[in-house]
């Protein structure tokens, strides 16, 4: 079952995120709801790649990490993102738990995360983290980067309306920096003014806009980084 710490010192967090409007908040989960969860993930093969770069877009679903039309592995094969073109791209695999969850099929924990994201409890805590009283629902996807995989720099305006604060719950047991996959976060000036690891059970929220990136994750990485992603936001996505 899916649950918050009983141990959040929520006014403490409340008083961080107002000093940076960002934050990350270690041991989000009950012990039991994170490592159920991470376990989940690593055994799930419900996996999509998906690609916005290099001037291609596209999402294939994966049967064992390939494509699941063996015609289409070359599009995954071929992928790269242009590193001289400023607008955000991406590479990374996705699990659609949101349409998961409204279909009912087969749920594991992880279908779970949107009706507890959802739920009072966490939109109550979110609210008083924040201080925001306008977050109405959150958005939720599970995404996974495996090596080679990254997030070009971007701040999440003019892509929909209504979202208010990104997150980011990881689910990567034993990270280590030296793997990439860090959330970062560049300054005017284009030096990391703060970068966060993928340390499990840690939640990070952030204010929309801010600019953000998920660093390439390292080809010599040894396991894949998981997360629940999306955004706390006014109200539910049209």
């Given at each position: 079952?899916l649950?918050?710490?009983p141990?959040?010192?929520i006014p403490?967090?409340a008083r961080?995120f107002?000093?940076?409007?960002?934050?990350?908040?270690?041991?989000?989960l009950?012990?039991?709801a994170?490592?159920?969860a991470?376990?989940?993930?690593?055994?799930?093969?419900?996996?999509?790649?998906?690609?916005?770069?290099?001037?291609?877009?596209f999402?294939l679903?994966l049967h064992?990490?390939r494509?699941?039309d063996p015609?289409?592995q070359?599009?995954i094969?071929q992928a790269?993102?242009?590193?001289?073109?400023?607008?955000?791209q991406?590479i990374?695999d996705?699990r659609?738990?949101a349409?998961?969850?409204?279909?009912?099929a087969d749920?594991?924990i992880?279908?779970?995360?949107?009706?507890f994201?959802?739920?009072a409890?966490f939109?109550?805590?979110?609210r008083?983290?924040?201080?925001?009283d306008?977050?109405a629902?959150?958005s939720?996807?599970a995404?996974?980067?495996r090596?080679?995989?990254a997030?070009?720099?971007?701040d999440?305006?003019?892509?929909?309306?209504?979202?208010?604060?990104?997150?980011?719950?990881?689910l990567t047991?034993?990270?280590?920096p030296d793997w990439?996959?860090?959330?970062?976060f560049?300054?005017e000036?284009g030096?990391?003014?703060?970068g966060?690891t993928?340390?499990?059970?840690?939640?990070?929220?952030f204010a929309?806009?801010?600019?953000?990136a998920?660093?390439q994750v390292?080809?010599?990485a040894p396991?894949?980084?998981h997360?629940?992603?999306?955004?706390?936001?006014?109200?539910e996505?049209?």
């Amino acid at each position: 079952m899916l649950a918050l710490s009983p141990d959040l010192d929520i006014p403490s967090l409340a008083r961080e995120f107002a000093s940076r409007r960002r934050i990350r908040i270690p041991g989000i989960l009950t012990v039991a709801a994170a490592t159920a969860a991470a376990e989940a993930m690593e055994a799930s093969d419900r996996w999509s790649t998906c690609v916005a770069a290099g001037g291609e877009h596209f999402e294939l679903p994966l049967h064992d990490r390939r494509a699941a039309d063996p015609a289409k592995q070359g599009w995954i094969d071929q992928a790269r993102i242009e590193g001289s073109d400023p607008a955000m791209q991406f590479i990374y695999d996705t699990r659609r738990i949101a349409v998961e969850h409204e279909t009912g099929a087969d749920l594991d924990i992880v279908s779970r995360f949107p009706a507890f994201l959802n739920g009072a409890a966490f939109l109550d805590f979110a609210r008083a983290v924040t201080g925001d009283d306008r977050i109405a629902h959150v958005s939720a996807q599970a995404t996974r980067y495996r090596p080679g995989q990254a997030l070009t720099t971007h701040d999440d305006t003019g892509l929909e309306s209504g979202r208010l604060y990104a997150y980011v719950l990881n689910l990567t047991r034993g990270w280590n920096p030296d793997w990439g996959g860090l959330l970062l976060f560049p300054d005017e000036e284009g030096h990391i003014a703060q970068g966060f690891t993928p340390t499990f059970n840690g939640l990070n929220i952030f204010a929309v806009p801010m600019r953000h990136a998920v660093s390439q994750v390292a080809s010599f990485a040894p396991r894949d980084r998981h997360s629940v992603t999306g955004w706390l936001r006014v109200s539910e996505a049209v």
